[in-house]
């Protein structure tokens, strides 16, 4: 069973082969309403956790994606540069954003479903 980890700025990845898969979630989706455009980052791009590589703009506001891990950007979602609504539609399925080839360890603050969870609701 594939693991996904979640982060504090509503991220979330999963480890797909070598690379981890990176999206946002379906409460940033919800949170954000129609999604209208998407900035990715180039791959082979070398990110650290934390760095804004990524915008999102919906209909109310633009927001930044930040990598969750370090390391080296090995594909890009190219299907939502035409079709951004897929972030709406599938967040954590077709809509993901890029894959990051890991550089070091997790950080220690990602969180499971169950602590992701819990970290919306006492946000709310």
Known sequence: ?????????HEWLRQDGEAWTVGITDHAQNALGDVVFVDL????????????IA?????KAASD??????????EVNAALVDDPALINQSPTADGWFFRIAPSG???????????????????S
């Open 55 to 59: 915008v999102v703009e919906s209909v």
């Open 1 to 9: 069973m594939t693991t996904t980890h979640f982060t504090k700025d």
């Open 41 to 52: 980052p180039e791959p082979g791009r070398v990110v650290e956790a934390g760095e804004a």
């Open 105 to 123: 360890a997790l950080p220690e603050d990602l969180m499971d479903a169950d602590a992701y969870a819990r970290h919306v609701e006492s946000a």
């Open 65 to 74: 994606v930040y990598a969750p891990i370090s390391g080296k950007i090995v």
